[in-house]
């Protein structure tokens, strides 16, 4: 009789930080679990138990008494790999490579047996040791640039109406006259007029007292010989006389400007000396107060704003200060591409900045902390543009991409491959192998679904904006009804705007995250915002950072891999592509062809993505949780 002692998984215990490694005999060989952690793609391994006994190792388990006995002067680590070779004869893959903590170490002498659970020993080690540590940006110690000077454009909107000429208006210093003389629309019989003092189509002047008079329309009504301004026997229903009207106007700017000679500092026309710093301040502005209005001629004037502050860091820079040590470099095609690959044009975000808003709000106190930590803001990033991170050993990158980029496989072009094919009765003709089951059934169409991942609506919230919460909401009768996942994001905000606008509702410390062009310059973009004006049109705002306001964020990333096909954003009817909520129950089937977790795995049900995975070292056989 031949007795084969090959065995398919070895297994290997280092005593001097895996320099070298001394085989085990094992009393029961452990599983590998594979799993993947909130906020990450990569899967992560954790090893069962590991138990070994004296006299099937006398050596290394001697070894590792002396070590844990003296374990104060011990400076290397003690190391464990799982080693698979293929057909009992070739090294293939090291599936699991860890180190083993004092903690996880238990000795019996009595018996001479040696346990313990060892811990997954690759650049995750050192993230999980680091991910707290706390960061501050605005500190001048420490080694980045902080001093980055951004300019956001803005264009004023002319905000106009008429005023009786015996209304007295101040006229402004460093201003001629606050009105100017108009000519009024003259009435005519026929015309539809609409009550209303400030639009300018409802006053008109009388022919028959050669526009010595202005009068304005209260009351809604058809232009009739009865209702004829001065004149008809019911004029005074439907008319007001006035001295002839004046036009007035100002312009208005949401944000602080240089435009024209003047600076328009505080917003809205309305000059406020010293906030926040320009280059060159006009001399000849004053402080206006609100209520006057100038500017007669009412062209809009466009201007820029510098933003000088030693609180903006790069978002890549910042990133890569938090590595520090990691042997880790920041890398995403997703923030760094000329081309976007979700939204295939112009990437908007490939210079980004984190700008402390005490900074914006030129509050530049030792009160201002900056402080954030690598696993918060990570976090934020992602949970913000439907991203996840991972760490690529390969190249040593720590690695930020959209969703879109693992659903296709690790890129953002091809999809995800089929690795295995359990419908493939050549290579797997042992059906009852296929599936999980104790009763020795063969069914693999059982499933449910996933039930914290069927919301009726999922709500974003953000810190210091104009922004409500905004929201996806789902159609399905199938969403739980009230369920709602909720979003929020702590680190930073985006509303630029709003934070040097209302700087005195807004906090001091924390950061806005702002969206730049290669200049630097912040880039604007219609935000839904809008306003109606004294004509009755609707203005829509190109809004500063625009493309970071919720409903551009949502519109532009959140449309993929959602729960149901249809909803809304924001009371929008839109369509979006689905997740994968269905989970089938654990299917079991021997390793007959390399595996790979990243790889769909294909059954009765269909296409698979693996959501965790466990191989028996014993029997080579792997269970794994797939989602559809």
């Given at each position: 009789?031949?007795?084969?002692?090959?065995?398919?998984?070895r297994?290997f215990?280092s005593?001097?930080?895996?320099?070298?490694?001394?085989?085990?005999k094992?009393?029961?060989?452990?599983?590998?679990?594979?799993?993947k952690?909130?906020?990450s793609?990569d899967f992560?391994?954790?090893?069962?138990?590991v138990?070994f006994v004296?006299?099937?190792?006398p050596?290394?388990?001697?070894?590792?008494?002396?070590r844990v006995?003296?374990y104060?002067?011990?400076?290397?680590?003690?190391?464990?790999k799982?080693e698979?070779w293929?057909?009992?004869?070739?090294?293939?893959?090291?599936?699991?490579d860890?180190?083993?903590?004092?903690?996880?170490?238990?000795?019996?002498?009595?018996?001479?047996?040696i346990?313990?659970?060892?811990?997954?020993d690759?650049?995750y080690e050192?993230y999980e040791?680091?991910?707290?540590?706390?960061?501050?940006f605005i500190?001048?110690?420490?080694?980045?640039?902080?001093?980055?000077t951004?300019?956001?454009?803005?264009?004023?909107?002319?905000?106009?109406?008429y005023?009786?000429?015996d209304i007295?208006h101040?006229?402004?210093?460093g201003?001629s006259?606050s009105?100017?003389?108009?000519t009024l629309?003259?009435?005519?019989?026929?015309?539809?007029y609409?009550?209303?003092?400030?639009?300018?189509e409802?006053?008109v002047?009388?022919?028959g007292?050669?526009?010595?008079k202005?009068y304005?329309?209260?009351?809604?009504?058809e232009?009739?010989?009865?209702t004829?301004?001065?004149?008809?026997?019911n004029w005074?229903?439907?008319?007001?006389?006035y001295?002839?009207s004046?036009?007035?106007?100002?312009?208005?700017?949401d944000l602080p400007?240089?435009?024209?000679?003047?600076?328009?500092?505080?917003?809205?026309?309305?000059?406020e000396?010293?906030f926040?710093?320009?280059?060159?301040?006009?001399?000849?502005?004053?402080?206006?107060d609100?209520?006057?209005?100038?500017?007669?001629t009412?062209?809009p004037?466009?201007?820029?704003?510098?933003?000088v502050?030693?609180?903006s860091?790069y978002v890549e820079?910042?990133i890569?200060?938090?590595l520090?040590?990691s042997g880790?470099?920041?890398?995403?095609?997703f923030?760094?591409?000329?081309?976007?690959?979700v939204?295939g044009?112009?990437?908007k975000?490939?210079?980004l900045?984190?700008?402390?808003k005490?900074f914006?709000?030129k509050?530049e106190d030792?009160s201002?902390?900056?402080?954030?930590?690598?696993?918060d803001?990570?976090?934020?990033?992602c949970?913000?543009?439907?991203?996840?991170?991972?760490?690529d050993?390969?190249?040593?990158?720590?690695?930020?991409?959209?969703?879109m980029?693992?659903?296709?496989?690790?890129?953002?072009t091809?999809?995800?491959?089929i690795g295995i094919?359990?419908?493939?009765?050549?290579t797997?003709?042992v059906?009852?192998?296929?599936?999980?089951?104790g009763?020795?059934?063969?069914?693999d169409?059982q499933?449910?679904?996933i039930?914290?991942?069927?919301?009726?609506?999922e709500?974003?919230?953000?810190?210091?904006?104009?922004?409500?919460?905004?929201?996806?909401?789902?159609?399905?009768?199938f969403?739980?009804t009230?369920e709602?996942?909720?979003?929020q994001?702590?680190?930073f905000?985006?509303?630029?705007?709003?934070?040097?606008?209302?700087?005195?509702?807004t906090?001091?410390?924390?950061?806005?995250?702002i969206?730049c062009?290669?200049?630097k310059?912040?880039?604007?973009?219609d935000?839904?915002m809008?306003?109606?004006?004294?004509?009755?049109?609707?203005v829509?705002l190109?809004y500063?950072?625009?493309?970071?306001?919720?409903?551009?964020?949502?519109?532009?990333?959140?449309?993929y891999?959602?729960?149901?096909t249809t909803?809304?954003?924001n009371?929008?009817?839109?369509?979006?592509?689905?997740?994968?909520?269905?989970?089938?129950?654990?299917?079991?089937?021997?390793r007959?062809a390399?595996f790979d977790p990243y790889?769909?795995?294909?059954?009765?049900?269909g296409?698979?993505?693996?959501?965790?995975?466990?191989?028996?070292?014993?029997?080579?056989?792997?269970?794994?949780?797939?989602?559809?």
């Amino acid at each position: 009789m031949i007795i084969c002692s090959a065995k398919k998984y070895r297994y290997f215990l280092s005593t001097d930080g895996g320099n070298n490694y001394v085989e085990l005999k094992l009393v029961k060989n452990p599983s590998i679990k594979l799993s993947k952690q909130k906020g990450s793609y990569d899967f992560r391994a954790s090893c069962g138990e590991v138990k070994f006994v004296y006299y099937e190792n006398p050596g290394i388990y001697s070894s590792m008494v002396s070590r844990v006995q003296n374990y104060s002067a011990q400076t290397h680590k003690i190391k464990f790999k799982i080693e698979l070779w293929e057909n009992y004869t070739a090294l293939t893959s090291t599936p699991y490579d860890g180190y083993v903590p004092l903690a996880a170490i238990k000795v019996n002498e009595d018996t001479g047996t040696i346990s313990f659970t060892p811990t997954e020993d690759n650049k995750y080690e050192w993230y999980e040791a680091h991910k707290s540590d706390k960061h501050d940006f605005i500190n001048s110690d420490l080694p980045l640039n902080r001093m980055n000077t951004l300019v956001y454009d803005v264009i004023t909107t002319t905000e106009e109406y008429y005023i009786p000429d015996d209304i007295t208006h101040s006229a402004p210093h460093g201003f001629s006259t606050s009105c100017s003389g108009i000519t009024l629309q003259a009435w005519n019989i026929g015309n539809n007029y609409t009550g209303g003092y400030y639009q300018w189509e409802n006053w008109v002047r009388h022919t028959g007292n050669n526009g010595s008079k202005a009068y304005y329309c209260y009351s809604d009504h058809e232009a009739t010989a009865d209702t004829e301004p001065g004149v008809g026997v019911n004029w005074a229903d439907y008319w007001e006389e006035y001295n002839l009207s004046k036009y007035v106007a100002r312009q208005i700017a949401d944000l602080p400007l240089t435009a024209g000679g003047h600076d328009y500092l505080h917003g809205n026309g309305v000059f406020e000396e010293g906030f926040p710093a320009v280059i060159t301040p006009d001399t000849g502005a004053t402080n206006c107060d609100p209520f006057y209005y100038y500017y007669p001629t009412c062209s809009p004037e466009s201007g820029t704003m510098n933003l000088v502050t030693d609180g903006s860091v790069y978002v890549e820079d910042a990133i890569n200060h938090m590595l520090t040590g990691s042997g880790l470099a920041f890398y995403s095609q997703f923030f760094s591409d000329a081309t976007n690959p979700v939204t295939g044009i112009t990437n908007k975000l490939n210079h980004l900045y984190m700008v402390h808003k005490a900074f914006i709000k030129k509050i530049e106190d030792s009160s201002s902390k900056g402080e954030v930590s690598l696993q918060d803001y990570i976090a934020d990033l992602c949970e913000t543009f439907e991203c996840f991170w991972f760490i690529d050993e390969t190249n040593s990158y720590f690695r930020i991409e959209h969703q879109m980029y693992f659903e296709n496989g690790f890129n953002y072009t091809g999809s995800q491959a089929i690795g295995i094919d359990l419908t493939d009765i050549v290579t797997y003709p042992v059906k009852v192998n296929t599936v999980y089951d104790g009763s020795g059934g063969i069914d693999d169409r059982q499933y449910d679904f996933i039930g914290d991942e069927i919301p009726e609506k999922e709500t974003f919230a953000v810190l210091d904006s104009f922004d409500y919460d905004n929201f996806i909401q789902y159609d399905s009768a199938f969403t739980k009804t009230g369920e709602i996942k909720k979003h929020q994001i702590n680190t930073f905000s985006t509303d630029f705007g709003y934070v040097i606008k209302y700087r005195a509702k807004t906090a001091d410390d924390g950061y806005c995250l702002i969206a730049c062009d290669a200049a630097k310059k912040i880039l604007n973009r219609d935000a839904e915002m809008r306003f109606i004006n004294y004509r009755g049109g609707q203005v829509f705002l190109s809004y500063p950072n625009g493309d970071l306001m919720w409903n551009n964020i949502l519109n532009d990333f959140w449309i993929y891999y959602r729960h149901f096909t249809t909803g809304t954003i924001n009371y929008i009817p839109k369509t979006f592509t689905t997740k994968r909520i269905k989970k089938q129950r654990p299917v079991n089937f021997p390793r007959l062809a390399s595996f790979d977790p990243y790889e769909l795995i294909k059954t009765n049900l269909g296409n698979g993505q693996i959501s965790t995975a466990e191989i028996d070292t014993d029997t080579d056989f792997i269970k794994a949780t797939l989602l559809y």
